[in-house]
């Protein structure tokens, strides 16, 4: 009797067809009061998304064309004379492309980001914990990568300030050289010997940018102090004028050669100081070509540097460069008496067949 009752308790009867029908007019009533809150949810979920997708296209396309404008406005710049004074292609367009990247990237997570929290809204999800969450959890990014977000922040900061760009001679304290390719995390710099040094942008903490502005080319003439500083002032302001109006050095010099002045003066010589403002970056070549042309004004002008031998007066004798020089004593040849004492003997060849000890050699062994 007890084993029966298990029996039909276990086994599994079969839904009549009356029940069917109740589950299925169930299921269809639930589906009926309920149809038109999905679909309106669903077609709020589509429109968000399709109003997030558009707008971002719209707004990245828009941000594209103007970084394109800003890149032809900078070719167009390219041939002036003085476009050492503005930025130079290629720097200008990595700095635009950088920027539009940092916008475009910021765009893409706003409106994706909020387009996706507003879908989680719609769909009834309480957003607290997951906002809560995701505080938490970039709490602990910043911690753990904290110096990739400093270099992060510090190379948005340095593109959008334009404290340097490519081509431009730069002072970083880690490391200098020329900046190669300027980068939201890592700048490239070459240095004076062709390395390459990447320097982490949260590393710099400062920088001397030697290609902004204009440079300063200044030289030094070493004179001998009885020449005349007012003749020597003239030739020298005269190589400027003839430098500043040929090519390619009417560009590259932005102010007059000037003549300071002295800069030092001692017994043996005097120092003139020259200046001129020269194009960022032309400061070494001003210098040798100004260096070049007073030599050469001076050699014509009859004026001597320090090191050079002076001149001698008209139909005066020139100075014998040997009178200085004490004549050869009469003993110092090879064949004077103390010339042959002090000579070492000449030893006789002998043969070790021929040679006999001498008695100086030491005791003889008699049996």
Do not use: C
Not at 74 to 87: C, K
Not at 137 to 159: E, H, K, P
Not at 238 to 263: C, I, Q, S, T
């Amino acid at each position: 009797m007890l084993s029966r009752f298990l029996a039909d308790a276990t086994t599994p009867t079969a839904p009549t067809l009356r029940e069917a029908q109740e589950n299925a007019g169930q299921a269809a009533g639930w589906v009926e009061e309920n149809w038109s809150v999905w679909l309106g949810a669903g077609l709020r979920i589509l429109l968000i998304l399709v109003v997030a997708f558009v707008l971002r296209s719209v707004v990245r396309r828009t941000i594209t064309k103007f970084i394109a404008r800003m890149n032809r406005g900078s070719q167009a710049t390219e041939g002036l004379p003085l476009r050492g004074l503005l930025v130079n292609a290629e720097r200008r367009r990595q700095r635009s492309e950088a920027i539009g990247s940092v916008l475009r990237s910021v765009t893409s997570f706003v409106i994706l980001g909020t387009a996706a929290l507003t879908v989680l809204s719609v769909l009834n999800i309480n957003l607290a914990p997951l906002l809560a969450s995701a505080g938490v959890a970039g709490i602990a990014l910043g911690f753990g990568a904290r110096n990739l977000v400093t270099d992060f922040l510090s190379g948005v900061f340095m593109i959008l300030e334009d404290q340097y760009g490519v081509g431009d001679v730069v002072d970083a304290g880690v490391a200098s050289g020329e900046v190669i390719e300027v980068g939201l995390r890592v700048t490239k710099l070459r240095g004076d010997e062709g390395e390459i040094w990447y320097v982490r942008n949260g590393e710099i903490k400062r920088i001397g940018n030697k290609s902004q502005g204009w440079a300063t080319a200044s030289v030094d003439i070493h004179l001998r102090p009885e020449e005349d500083l007012e003749k020597a002032r003239r030739t020298i302001a005269e190589a400027g004028e003839r430098m500043a109006a040929e090519e390619p050095w009417n560009e590259r010099l932005w102010g007059p050669v000037e003549v300071l002045g002295l800069e030092s003066m001692t017994l043996e010589s005097v120092v003139i100081r020259t200046s001129a403002r020269t194009m960022p970056g032309k400061r070494l070549g001003v210098e040798r070509e100004l260096r070049w042309r007073i030599k050469q004004a001076f050699d014509g002008a009859g004026i001597r540097i320090v090191g050079a031998e002076p001149e001698p007066a008209d139909g005066a004798p020139r100075p014998d460069p040997l009178a200085g020089v004490a004549p050869p004593s009469a003993l110092a040849g090879s064949t004077s008496p103390q010339s042959v004492n002090a000579s070492p003997l000449p030893q006789s060849p002998q043969s070790p067949q021929t040679a006999s000890p001498s008695p100086a050699s030491g005791p003889h062994l008699s049996k």
